[in-house]
């Protein structure tokens, strides 16, 4: 199983922007099958999906609540995913997550924290207002 590590999360006021990047060993990212995902869960709630990408075809999916706010990319020759946070909002206050899934996932469930078996240990975002 891979390890990922996630860096970047900080504290913004809003309007402002930060870049997460989620460092991935142990998995291949050209592999046909392979997706990866950011999350974020804020205090009491539950972990929800915000960005997902499958590496080999490049193919993005968005959360309504981020369209056009963020977005997700890799550096497959880092094996590094990012997730580029613009127009940050309080709501966007959470730990974020990165996860990966080896096997192919459908893009109806790609945005699901139930689809990935992999996940690093979270960052902490802040948005003031």
């Known amino acids: 199983q891979g390890q990922l590590v996630e860096s970047g999360g900080g504290s913004v006021q809003a309007g402002g922007s930060l870049r997460l990047s989620c460092a991935v060993s142990?998995?291949?990212?050209?592999?046909?099958?392979?997706?990866m995902g950011w999350f974020r869960q804020a205090p009491g709630k539950e972990r929800l999906g915000v960005a997902a990408l499958y590496t080999r075809l490049g193919s993005t999916y968005y959360d309504d609540s981020v369209k056009g706010r963020f977005t997700i990319s890799q550096d497959s020759a880092k094996n590094t995913v990012y997730l580029q946070m613009n127009s940050l909002k309080p709501e966007d206050t959470a730990i974020y997550y990165c996860?990966?899934?080896?096997?192919?996932?459908?893009?109806?469930?790609?945005?699901?924290?139930?689809?990935?078996?992999?996940w690093g240990q979270g960052t902490h975002v802040t948005v003031s207002s």
């Open positions: 996860a990966a899934v080896p096997w192919v996932v459908p893009r109806f469930s790609v945005l699901l924290p139930s689809s990935y078996p992999s």
């Open positions: 142990g998995y291949t990212f050209s592999s046909l099958s392979m997706a």
